[in-house]
């Protein structure tokens, strides 16, 4: 019949009729708690009791019907701020003047079914009522409640038809800041919004990425948790499991806890109310399942309800968003005595005792609660509904065109839908400092209290703020932790670590289990020229060209730069042959100017062997600037120094080579050749043949000329400082020049190597040449294929060692006879011997 009924109620039309033979199905309805008549009427549902459920999944006998047992302390405290705002406000002078407000509350018991009940008795007017107790017209002009979101939505819907505004004080449902659907819902508590995205901003701000998720399975727990996990999805934080249920499934709540108990994550966001959380916290604490890190919501974080024994053994250290609270003055005065001698007159005095004994009867369990008021200063919700019935009395003072001080027009009728517009304008400050209006939603600003379940040296749980969550802030200031001052779960001074993997130290990267959440990964270190210098990172960042990764990966370095130097023992001992060589050539041409007046020097061209002393101390030489760092002067020069010094010596050996077989030419008859080939012939030869290498060497640095080069392709990790050949043409240019030169040299030894001549230097220059040519045709292959500094070397001992098969080749058998046997040494010795061949 209920479910018929609400479904009639969703749609907007309904005619008079209709309304009619609605209220007249409802039959007999409950009475108000507390009720009082005045000029106006404010409305208000609130669970003052509890109902007891024990669910049970067998059903072996007939269900009894539900029953209100225990006093919700928290909702008897908000009907007494309702009596006492409406009596503050029936006893001003500026707000409503000579208009008294009456009160009808109702106990909704935490029931569904209860507040859809009360709901209809709010809206069918006076209970004494004969007749057709429906007759379209409201005998309240606004509801303050539900306290549960579920319970608003079926209170707004039910109310909505009708156009009755609702006003919650705790409902925080995002589903309800829907205008189409609720267009006359109204709230003085910020929507799940803003707390759904500060609990994954919490959960991040101390670095948890492995949380579970626990909800209630109604409007409030679905839509704040739905909230919830696209945020935390946005913020990288990975929810290992995500289950609900409602305080009536006793199946599901065992699940629950079984999932609790196997998984890995050590913080739980419970966005539960306090029903679901009082029957979740049983569990846990019946299965002694501890050291969970609880983040919550204002639904329970500060339910005094909660802390039963071994409570804190569970939710020790909880955190959570709390409304924050209000200290409203004369309240808890109030509560002690003029609340009772107004609400219940039948404890004062006998006559009164008789005429409100049903009364006293039927509420005989809040007498207990007559003279306590120790939670007075822990009320949270009583500010919004001190909030909520004044901003009914500020719609109201303008809708009855009331003047401060003065009387209102209390005879006007006032519509409903006329209090919902007003409240749309409502603009004001309470006593409580509070500025009160509502956004398009019809929403307050999002503000909360950051607190902690901390236990007191007397053991006492209190509910220490740490904290808070302002939106009506700048981003970067809304949200303010004192971490300091927080305990953790389990009473614990240390922060519970809550992740699925272990933190990837800089150097490496996360890479994600196949399968698993990414916040379930492995860490793989950085590849080489790679770096990662924070902490999880997802990805390893590549160094500049001419930076490399340190060893351990997080920093990039500065490449090692690689040419080879003088202080190196390859350096040196290059070095070392050089200037040997030098020296060597440098003794051999004293040795001959010392001997320049013997047959043996004379006869073999002192003046070309004097020159090619020269060249060779120049190829030597040029060795040493291929060492060291390259740089423009130094690639122009080594290059152009090698090729010309070395053609000068070839130009020499050359030149030397024809004046032996011209000088055979000469001893035959008829024959004149050597006037052809004089010394300044000679020198002449040499020059011309210099001046073509010297003419392409300044073509190659006109064109396209040697530079120096940072080699970083052929080694990763470090940089080779070289040499670049610039046009290469001209490099093979030269070296095709010298070996041309070469060749031809050696073919003219070769064909004079048997020519009949005592001191004939041909087969010493063919060997000489032979040497030379070897060398060099094996340091083609060589040059290509060698790595960095290696290049230069390999070029360096091609130079030293083509120099020094010159050296030796040409002036080791004169250098013999001239220091070890200089009785050859004559010019008889060399005549005779020619004599003897000749014959």
């Not at 966001?269 to 306090?274: E, G, I, K, R, S």
């Not at 060997?767 to 294929?785: D, E, G, K, Q």
Request: net charge neutral.
């Amino acid at each position: 019949m209920l479910l018929f009924l609400y479904t009639l109620l969703l749609f907007h039309q309904l005619n008079t009729e209709a309304e009619k033979s609605l209220c007249r199905m409802m039959g007999d309805l409950k009475y108000p708690l507390l009720s009082k008549n005045g000029d106006v009427t404010i409305g208000a549902l609130f669970p003052i009791r509890s109902i007891e459920i024990l669910p049970s999944l067998e059903f072996t006998k007939k269900p009894q019907l539900l029953s209100c047992s225990s006093v919700n302390l928290r909702g008897f405290r908000m009907a007494q701020t309702t009596i006492f705002a409406i009596e503050e406000i029936n006893q001003s002078e500026s707000l409503l003047p000579n208009v008294s407000i009456g009160y009808r509350i109702y106990d909704s018991c935490g029931s569904r079914l209860s507040s859809m009940s009360a709901t209809m008795a709010l809206m069918n007017g006076p209970e004494s009522s004969a007749g057709d107790r429906c007759n379209g017209q409201s005998p309240i002009h606004a509801i303050i409640g539900e306290t549960e979101s579920s319970a608003t939505v079926i209170l707004s819907r039910t109310t909505g038809t009708f156009k009755i505004p609702v006003i919650s004080h705790a409902a925080t449902c995002e589903c309800l800041s829907n205008r189409k659907d609720y267009p006359s819902f109204f709230r003085t508590i910020a929507s799940d919004y803003h707390q759904s995205r500060a609990l994954a901003f919490i959960v991040k701000h101390f670095g948890w990425s492995w949380v579970g998720a626990v909800n209630s399975d109604n409007d409030y727990g679905n839509n704040g948790m739905a909230t919830f996990l696209n945020t935390a999805q946005e913020e990288g934080i990975c929810v290992e499991y995500s289950v609900k249920f409602y305080r009536t499934e006793p199946d599901k709540v065992q699940k629950v806890v079984e999932t609790i108990k196997k998984s890995t994550a050590k913080v739980i966001v419970a966005f539960l109310t306090t029903s679901e959380m009082y029957i979740l916290l049983k569990q846990l604490s019946i299965q002694n399942i501890t050291g969970l890190q609880m983040i919550g919501v204002e639904s329970w974080i500060t339910a005094k309800h909660l802390l039963i024994p071994n409570s804190f053994h569970v939710l020790g250290g909880s955190l959570g968003f709390a409304v924050r609270k209000n200290y409203i003055e004369g309240f808890s005065d109030y509560v002690i005595k003029s609340f009772w001698d107004t609400a219940f007159p039948c404890s004062q005095s006998e006559t009164n005792s008789s005429k409100y004994a049903s009364s006293c009867t039927v509420n005989q369990d809040l007498f207990v609660l007559r003279n306590y008021n120790e939670d007075i200063p822990e009320q949270r919700y009583a500010g919004n509904v001190y909030k909520a019935v004044y901003a009914v009395a500020h719609s109201l003072h303008k809708l009855l065109k009331c003047k401060e001080k003065e009387s209102c027009e209390k005879d006007l009728k006032i519509q409903p839908q006329q209090v919902v517009e007003a409240l749309k304008k409502v603009n004001f400050t309470v006593k409580i400092e509070d500025h009160v209006w509502f956004d398009s939603t019809g929403g307050v600003v999002a503000r909360y209290e950051v607190v902690n379940w901390q236990q007191d040296s007397d053991g006492s749980i209190q509910f220490k703020p740490v904290g808070y969550y302002d939106v009506s802030l700048p981003p970067d200031q809304r949200f303010v932790l004192n971490t300091e001052n927080i305990l953790w779960a389990g009473g614990q001074l240390e922060k519970p670590r809550s992740v699925c993997s272990e933190s990837c130290s800089p150097g490496t990267r996360k890479a994600a289990q196949k399968g698993r959440p990414v916040c379930c990964y492995d860490c793989i270190p950085c590849a080489e020229g790679e770096i990662s210098n924070e902490t999880d990172s997802n990805n390893c960042k590549q160094c500049p060209s001419e930076y490399w990764s340190n060893a351990e990966k997080n920093e990039c370095v500065l490449k090692a730069v690689e040419f080879l130097s003088f202080k190196e023992v390859m350096g040196i001992v290059l070095v070392f042959f050089s200037l040997f060589g030098v020296g060597l050539t440098v003794l051999v041409a004293i040795l001959f100017y010392s001997k320049k007046d013997t047959p043996i020097v004379k006869a073999n061209n002192s003046e070309l062997s004097f020159l090619l002393l020269f060249s060779l101390t120049l190829c030597f030489l040029c060795s040493l600037t291929f060492i060291g760092r390259p740089t423009e002067w130094s690639c122009m020069l080594r290059h152009t120094a090698f090729g010309i010094t070395f053609v000068l010596c070839i130009s020499c050996v050359l030149g030397k080579t024809i004046v032996v077989l011209m000088a055979f030419k000469a001893t035959l008859p008829g024959i004149n050749v050597m006037k052809w080939f004089e010394p300044a012939q000679q020198r002449l030869s040499v020059l011309a043949f210099t001046l073509i290498q010297v003419l392409i060497c300044v073509l190659w640095l006109t064109i396209f000329p040697p530079f120096p080069n940072k080699n970083m392709k052929y080694y990763k990790e470090k940089i080779i400082l070289e040499c670049s050949l610039g046009s290469t043409i001209g490099f093979w240019a030269v070296l095709g020049y010298i070996g041309l030169l070469a060749i031809l040299c050696f073919i003219l030894a070769f064909l004079a190597r048997t020519l009949p001549d005592n001191f004939n230097e041909a087969k010493f220059i063919t060997f000489s040449m032979l040497i030379f040519c070897a060398v060099w045709i094996t340091f083609i292959p060589a040059y290509v294929s060698s790595p960095g500094k290696f290049t230069v070397a390999v070029e360096i001992f091609a130079i030293l060692a083509s120099s020094f098969g010159l050296l030796v080749c040409i002036f080791a058998p004169k250098c013999y006879i001239l220091l070890l046997k200089p009785e050859r040494n004559t010019k008889q010795h060399m005549m005779g011997k020619v004599l003897s061949k000749s014959y």
